[in-house]
């Protein structure tokens, strides 16, 4: 009776938890995409919860378990990270590599070839130091409250760290890609003028030598 | 035996009890693709008496801006902004229920836009451990809690500035790859027109041959 009572406890708080986070709708045959600019080294953890839409109540059903949700995670360069079908509940984790925008896309495991029905998808994406699990560190390496505090300011300044890294890379590629315009611009315009003498000259040459064969210069 | 399932039966609620509270705040932040014509809601459940920020910022995609309406489970309307480019907005919960956000791009016909948003519900929740006893906190704790309070700010700001620089520069990413593109269109339009001219001339001085010899 007990740990009847733990187990439904424990259902009670993951529902709860669960239950909470933001949702959105989207079709069955629907991809769903968004993006996370992250430094590298940077975990990510997005949880999420699937329910297919209800027909006879018109509402959603509390579970649906035959529904899987494939769960697609690429890196800047293009590069699919992470690409699996996971159950209608749970959780994914990657670590970036490369920093730069990570596109993490979500669509179910439909086979049908139009829009089904709708879908309710709660999700939660916690990035970096959010991420952190403190109560998990502060049980595992028996750390004090102020230990734990000092831990999670230690996290937080590493994060913010690898950030300030990250946008001095970006702001290179940017500074990069200005003077890469400045430069085209340059050329384009010294070329244009050429382009135009050239194009002149060869008008003038071809008209003068046309008029000479038909004798009326 | 019995001292030691009381104990782990404590120790139990002790942590089901943090657990709820962890799942009771949440903060959410996505940066999503906003087609044109398209409207996007976000819905959150929310319990009466919070204090929930929504922010919202537009990173890329025409004019850098979006409808925003943000609703109550009784669809009172409690935020509604036109054409805006980022903001912030910090209500409490008047009653329980699914609260809405919604983005929407249907005034635009072919631009579509990335969105940045954050949803949270609620304080930051505390660090397991902290909070549990009602003793006053010691000085070095509460320095603690300034530096963690700062930290977020910063990080705060370092999200701010960043969604700032990736608007610079995919525009000037954008204006980059429209450089070279026009260039080439327009060096291609030159020498069309000025072999096109020099063709007309010699049409006008070219004499037409008679079809008579065949009658």
């Known amino acids: ?217 | 035996m019995r001292w030691g399932a009381r104990v782990s039966g404590a120790a139990f609620g002790a942590a089901l009890l943090l657990g709820l509270l962890a799942a009771l705040t949440e903060a959410v932040e996505l940066t999503f693709e906003l087609p044109d014509n398209a409207k996007e809601c976000f819905f959150q459940e929310i319990t009466k008496n919070t204090t929930c920020t929504l922010e919202f910022q537009v990173v890329t995609g025409g004019h850098y801006d979006v409808d925003v309406i943000l609703e109550a489970p009784n669809k009172e309307v409690l935020y509604r902004k036109v054409k805006t480019q980022f903001d912030s907005h910090t209500f409490t919960a008047t009653m329980d229920g699914v609260y809405s956000a919604c983005f929407s791009n249907e005034f635009s016909t072919f631009s579509h836009k990335l969105v940045y948003m954050d949803f949270s519900v609620g304080d930051e929740p505390a660090l397991p451990g902290i909070g549990e006893h009602t003793t006053v906190i010691t000085q070095m704790e509460s320095s603690a809690q300034e530096i963690h309070k700062s930290l977020n700010s910063v990080a705060d700001y370092q999200t701010h500035h960043r969604l700032r620089e990736a608007q610079g520069r995919k525009r000037a990413e954008d204006l980059n790859s429209r450089v070279l593109t026009w260039s080439i269109c327009e060096t291609v339009a030159v020498v069309f027109c000025a072999i096109g001219q020099v063709l007309v001339l010699r049409n006008f001085f070219t004499e037409r041959r008679p079809y008579t010899q065949f009658n």
């Not at chain 1, 992250?38 to 035959?66: A, H, W």
């Not at chain 1, 079908?85 to 596109?103: C, W």
């Not at chain 1, 300044?157 to 890379?169: A, D, G, P, W």
Request: hydrophobic fraction near 35%; glycine fraction near 6%.
């Open chain 1, 1 to 217: 009776m007990n740990t009847l009572a733990k187990i439904l406890a424990l259902v009670l708080v993951i529902c709860v938890k669960l239950a909470t986070p933001l949702y959105f709708h989207i079709g069955e045959t629907e991809r769903k995409c968004f993006i996370e600019e992250i430094p590298d080294e940077t975990q990510v953890i997005g949880n999420y919860k699937v329910q297919l839409y209800d027909p006879r109540t018109g509402g959603f059903m509390p579970s649906s378990p035959g529904i899987g949700m494939h769960v697609e995670v690429k890196d800047p360069e293009d590069k699919t990270i992470l690409s699996r079908v996971y159950s209608s509940e749970g959780r994914f984790t990657f670590t970036s590599h490369t920093p730069g925008e990570h596109v993490i896309c979500l669509y179910s495991n439909s086979t049908k070839w139009f829009s089904g029905t709708q879908l309710r998808v709660h999700l939660d994406i916690q990035v970096g130091e959010h991420a952190i699990d403190y109560a998990n560190i502060a049980q595992k390496e028996k750390l004090s409250e102020l230990q734990l505090r000092v831990r999670q300011l230690l996290d937080q300044v590493e994060q913010i760290t690898k950030e300030q890294n990250y946008q001095r890379y970006r702001e290179e590629r940017f500074r990069q890609t200005s003077e890469s315009t400045n430069q085209r611009v340059l050329w384009w315009s010294l070329a244009q003028t050429c382009v135009l003498l050239v194009m002149g000259a060869w008008q003038m040459k071809h008209l003068k030598s046309f008029f000479e064969a038909k004798k009326l210069v």
